[in-house]
């Protein structure tokens, strides 16, 4: 491995499900040991209830205020807060500001980034300042895909 230097606006930007996650670090950089992503989360925007097999997550929220659910608590979050999501364990967030909220998401191992990847909408139809729209196809597909990368998406009503 070779050392990395990645200045803002570099990386491999995805646009899933509303939201902007930017490959900062890739598997593939790290020998599979971690990968690193930015998100931007719009106001109202974030994932249903999920959870990964394979890797854990640590949120580091740059900006803005989410409202994190994990491990059956709901906590308000905001710039410096840090949260650990060991695998496993059922999580979600929602950016409930007004403004468009960012974060940087270590999974270790490495192999989420891939997932959002495999997912992302077209480049060049969306960008950071304009997120890409929900569209109900994508979120077929990440249902389709969702166990090939070890995840489980938990359906609302559940």
């Not at 930017?22 to 999920?50: D, M, N, R, W, Y």
């Not at 640590?58 to 840090?82: H, K, M, P």
């Not at 077209?122 to 304009?130: I, R, V, Y």
């Amino acid at each position: 491995m070779t050392a990395l230097i990645r200045k803002p606006g570099d990386g491999r930007m995805t646009g899933v499900a509303g939201d902007i996650y930017t490959i900062k670090i890739s598997g593939a950089e790290t020998g599979g040991s971690f990968a690193l992503l930015e998100a931007i989360v719009p106001p109202g925007g974030g994932p249903p209830p999920h959870r990964h097999s394979r890797e854990d997550e640590t949120f580091y929220i740059l900006d803005g205020e989410l409202e994190i659910v994990a491990g059956g608590e709901t906590s308000a979050a905001g710039a410096g807060t840090v949260i650990l999501l060991p695998k496993g364990s059922v999580h979600q967030f929602k950016n409930t500001g007004t403004t468009a909220a960012r974060m940087l998401i270590l999974a270790a191992p490495a192999g989420l980034e891939e997932f959002f990847a495999e997912v992302s909408q077209e480049p060049g139809t969306f960008s950071a300042d304009n997120p890409p729209a929900i569209d109900p196809s994508q979120i077929g597909k990440m249902l389709e895909l969702a166990p090939k990368y070890g995840m489980e998406i938990i359906p609302p009503d559940h």
